[in-house]
């Protein structure tokens, strides 16, 4: 079974930060592209962060400066540091793997960040 388990969302003020965590299982992590995606209501989900296998990062404009996308091979996990929240940041952030050798993808459910004073 394959699975990305996201944590770390919850309520914090504008300003504040926040720190994503996405623990994966039962595959091999260090050969796959991680992502962050985010999805509002009414919107389009929309890619956040990407770090490949090799380490490189991508970031949307909007995103960077104040986003950092990291990664451990060691621990099978990915990072979202979340820094100068804004309410606009108030959505659902989603994990998504995929190998692009053998064309596998897959998603986390989600975890939930709301920026709200």
């Known amino acids: 079974q394959v699975h990305l388990v996201e944590s770390g969302g919850g309520l914090v003020q504008p300003g504040s930060s926040l720190r994503l965590s996405c623990a994966a299982s039962?595959?091999?992590?260090?050969?796959?592209?991680m992502s962050w995606y985010r999805q509002a209501p009414g919107k389009e989900r929309e890619l956040v962060a990407t770090i490949n296998t090799a380490g490189s990062t991508n970031y949307v404009d909007s995103m960077k400066g104040r986003f950092t996308i990291s990664r451990d091979n060691v621990k099978n996990t990915v990072y979202l540091q979340m820094n100068s929240l804004k309410p606009e940041d108030t959505t659902v952030y989603y994990c998504?793997?995929?190998?692009?050798?053998?064309?596998?993808?897959?998603w986390g459910q989600g975890t939930l960040v709301t920026v709200s004073s």
């Open positions: 998504y793997a995929r190998n692009w050798i053998t064309s596998r993808e897959v």
């Open positions: 039962g595959f091999i992590f260090s050969a796959y592209d």
